[in-house]
């Protein structure tokens, strides 16, 4: 699923961005150092991984990073908010 595009402030350190996804009643934490140990890693990666192979990344395109939280199961009916701080929230119903 994906919000509106937002652009994360310019003094923020990507690395130290922290995420709760709430699933139900559990709380899973996460980090964006868990990416890499940064997100903008992350993505140099891929970048470099494309050129390599004669490609690359074109404006527009979407790009995920990785996952700040640990992977959790889920189920119909579930409700999931993830909460990015100063970034924002979204939330998704599982039907």
Do not use: F, Q, Y
Not at 43 to 63: C, F, K, M, P, S
């Amino acid at each position: 699923m994906l919000g509106p595009p937002v652009a994360p402030p310019a003094s923020a350190d990507l690395a130290k961005i922290t995420a709760t996804l709430t699933i139900g009643s559990r709380t899973v934490p996460g980090s964006a150092s868990a990416v890499m140990g940064d997100p903008a890693e992350a993505v140099a990666w891929l970048a470099r991984h494309l050129l390599r192979g004669g490609r690359r990344l074109e404006a527009g395109d979407i790009v995920l990073s990785g996952t700040l939280c640990t992977p959790t199961a889920i189920g119909t009916g579930d409700r999931l908010v993830a909460d990015l701080g100063e970034l924002g929230r979204i939330a998704l119903d599982v039907n």
